[in-house]
């Protein structure tokens, strides 16, 4: 029984994330176009028109450029909170879409897609109505969290007794704040509803480790104020200090900006 999750783009530029079972092969976004999905699927083994839904966190367009285009031509039913479908509609390059082609979430509660669970739940992000996933499968889960500028209780009990946890790594501060971007936009980065710094990403898997916690991917990091090997290292130099976090099992890795991350096999 295999429950498995490839990252086929993240980063600022674009994020799409597939997870699948035997039965079934979901996406979480689509900000890649319809072309690089079909490429990225293919390396896995999974046909496009196998999809049976794509998981919208946000409607900022790095998540939401390429969903029109699967919609239409796969078929493909896009599944988003109300008021998230509503500003995906809106959002001018999204090309022909109506409510069709939607089917509604809510926050907490659990769609079931034959084998596989899908639980939908608030994030702190600068986005209409945000949210994070995780998704069961035969006792094991897996949690995508990105696009969060802070974590509370109520998001750690959401993630906790993963098997394998997909984490922003959005940014190093010190790069950010010396950094070429407008004071704005570092402001909103840095923000509560912002996006998780390497250090904040280290502290909320620190919390989140427990034995039969094997892989965490990285992702989401920023082009400008992040580099693969500084996530890396920050984010293990937080776990380093911890004294219940085992190192030599734990598999730590950062996913590609416009490529596919290791294909990680759950259990
Ligand atoms: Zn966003
Ligand atoms: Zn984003």
Redesign the pocket.
Same mark, same amino acid.
């Given at each position: 029984m295999a429950f498995k999750i490839c990252s086929i783009a993240s980063g600022?530029s674009g994020?799409c994330i597939y997870v699948g079972t035997d039965q079934v092969n979901i996406l979480v976004d689509s900000?890649i176009s319809g072309k690089r999905v079909a490429l990225g699927l293919g390396e896995i083994g999974v046909d496009p028109t196998r999809l049976d839904g794509i998981f919208i !966190? $946000?409607e /900022?367009s +790095? /998540?939401i450029k390429g969903v029109g285009v699967l919609a239409r031509k796969y078929k493909i039913p896009i599944y988003a909170t109300k008021k998230t479908q509503q500003a995906v509609l809106n959002y001018r390059q999204i090309g022909k879409m109506e409510h069709a082609h939607f089917i509604e979430i809510r926050p907490d509660e659990n769609v079931t897609l034959k084998d596989m669970v899908i639980h939908p739940f608030r994030s702190f @992000?600068d986005a209409i109505d945000p949210v994070c996933y995780t998704f069961l499968h035969d006792g094991k889960k897996i949690s995508v969290a !990105? +696009?969060l500028g802070c974590y509370d209780e109520y998001i750690v009990s959401k993630l906790v007794d993963s098997n394998v946890l997909f984490i922003e790594a959005n940014h190093d501060v010190k790069m950010l704040e010396v950094g070429g971007y407008p004071y704005f936009l570092k402001k909103r980065i840095l923000s509560d509803v912002g $996006?998780l710094s390497n250090e904040l990403s280290g502290h909320l898997i620190s919390s989140l480790y427990h034995q039969n916690l094997s892989h965490v991917i990285l992702g @989401?990091l920023s082009q400008e104020n992040n580099f693969p090997e500084l996530a890396y290292e920050a984010v293990r130099a937080v776990l380093m200090d911890c004294a219940h976090v085992d190192h030599e099992r734990l598999k730590l890795f950062v996913a590609g900006r416009n490529s596919n991350s290791k294909l990680v096999v759950v259990g």
């Open positions: 600022s994020n900000g !966190t $946000h /900022h +790095d /998540h @992000h !990105t +696009d $996006h @989401h």
